[in-house]
């Protein structure tokens, strides 16, 4: 068969796997942050959450954001779509009895704004009901992305392409939740499809299934992917376009000597080749549609390099842990 019929097949197993209809009800999901503290701060950073959307903010995208008024009873909030309080205060402003008193049982994120204050907060987004305290110096997009927002994306979990597609700030910190999320999946595939090869009797009875199922798989995660991120950056979901710029972005950062580095690279193991190789093609299809859509351009040759570096490093890193995992 030639590569032409075998990419025509592929998407043919494709089309029939992929609800486009879904990606869209996923942008419509329901979701709201509170905002509390300093009136000032509160303004400022909804603002900065909504810029983007052009001269007229969509009125869905506003009422994502409520002003949660810290001397009303929280009895009286409806909590079911709230995801999160993000609390904003000065450095002297003393928010602690306040929120205390909320008893929320969302996450609490306290964004403190001190210009002379070491930027910082905690590893991990903190559990329901408890509140975990952040530093930046100014309300920036620059100053936010390194760990509130990503920690305010992961509040979001399920709704990641709504909080995307009404609030542009958090757009590139949504990206990179949602290809992190699909390089564990594309992960696990290629795992069990190596395991598969590894079972005697079972490889000999579904080998060649899995050979060409979990192609079909990845792919389709690649290109599940490619649609997600499109959507969380106000583009209806078009799977023949995904389809095409696929490879393109693939290809533009030296996809097939990255797998060929890894296959050299990582201990012999197909288990771990398989995965590393599968985790490293999605982060690279993940982070070149983002880039792509962030910027309207490819990435430059400098800084494609530097993605495939860092890239290969993470997957020879996670490859060698599998083959640890697996002696142990």
């Not at 900065?48 to 954001?65: D, F, K």
């Amino acid at each position: 068969m030639t590569r032409g019929a075998d990419a025509r097949t592929l998407f043919g197993l494709l089309r029939k796997g992929i609800d486009v209809r879904a990606v869209g009800a996923h942008v419509r999901k329901p979701f709201r942050f509170l905002l509390c503290g300093d009136p000032a701060l509160v303004s400022e950073f909804r603002s900065l959450l909504l810029r983007g959307h052009g001269p007229t903010v969509p009125p869905e995208a506003a009422a994502c954001l409520e002003t949660l008024p810290l001397d009303a009873p929280a009895a009286l909030t409806n909590w079911r779509e709230v995801r999160a309080i993000v609390a904003l205060q000065r450095p002297a402003d003393g928010l602690d009895a306040d929120l205390s008193r909320l008893k929320a049982p969302v996450p609490i994120l306290a964004l403190t704004v001190d210009a002379d204050a070491a930027p910082g907060g905690p590893p991990a987004l903190p559990p329901r009901g408890q509140r975990g305290e952040y530093v930046v110096t100014e309300l920036t997009v620059e100053s936010l992305r390194p760990r509130f927002f990503p920690h305010l994306v992961e509040s979001a979990k399920g709704v990641e392409i709504a909080v995307g597609r009404q609030l542009p700030a958090m757009r590139e910190s949504v990206a990179a939740k949602l290809t992190k999320d699909a390089a564990n999946n594309a992960l696990k595939v290629a795992v069990a499809s190596a395991v598969v090869d590894h079972i005697p009797v079972v490889g000999l009875a579904l080998g060649a299934v899995a050979s060409a199922g979990d192609m079909v798989a990845i792919t389709g995660i690649q290109v599940m992917l490619m649609l997600h991120i499109e959507a969380a950056y106000g583009r209806d979901p078009d799977l023949q376009r995904s389809w095409q710029l696929l490879p393109v972005i693939g290809g533009g950062f030296g996809w097939r000597a990255l797998a060929r580095e890894l296959a050299g690279f990582v201990p012999v193991a197909g288990l771990a080749i398989k995965g590393a190789i599968a985790y490293a093609g999605t982060i690279v299809v993940g982070e070149g549609v983002a880039f792509f859509l962030e910027h309207g351009r490819e990435m430059s040759r400098g800084q494609a390099s530097a993605l495939y570096e860092r890239t290969k490093n993470d997957a020879l890193r996670l490859g060698r842990e599998l083959v640890t995992k697996l002696r142990r």
